[in-house]
């Protein structure tokens, strides 16, 4: 193996990786390029669940990835881009279930009116019925009759996060956010 990759189209994937672990910083560099996009793509998705800055995101997917490329062994017997996934996606999940942990408040989840940059927030249609005047009154409903646990899953549920993909998010039993699914279900019909 060269000391450093020259020509980059001559070497498969696995290649660049091998030399990315030896130490070659030109290789590792190619890498990142080749997939920063991707992470990217997955932190703005992530962001909408979480309320974390997509930035912050980014960087933590960045910090999975980098581990993925020294950490990766063909022994693993999949593919580098699968197994990278893998590590940066749970990279940004701990970063959410870490936030999530200190997030209690359904507050949280709203854009300060104060903010001077609310000219690039352009409003989808979830946007727009979540500031609704019912959905107001279903936020106070919540605060008040929901558990600690229903608030988290109600807030990700807002944002049109999966059952799965709250369980990731919280690092809880997909039967534990179903029950609780159940719940705030059941507790949203008696309001009426």
Sequence with gaps: MNNNISHC????????VAHAKAGDTVALSLLIERYSDIILKKANSFTNLSGIDAEDLYQEGMIGFVS???SYDEAYNTKFSTYASVVFTRKMLSAIRMANNDA???TDM???LDDNDISSFNPSPEDTFLYSEELAEIIEFSKTNFSKM???VFKLMLFGASNPEISA???CNIKSVENAVHRIRKKLRSRS
């Design 68 to 70: 993925s490329v020294y």
């Design 104 to 106: 209690d408040s359904l």
């Design 9 to 16: 189209n001559a070497y498969s994937e696995k290649e660049i």
């Design 110 to 112: 709203f854009v300060s």
């Design 169 to 171: 998010i919280l690092d």
């Design 150 to 152: 229903e608030k988290k």
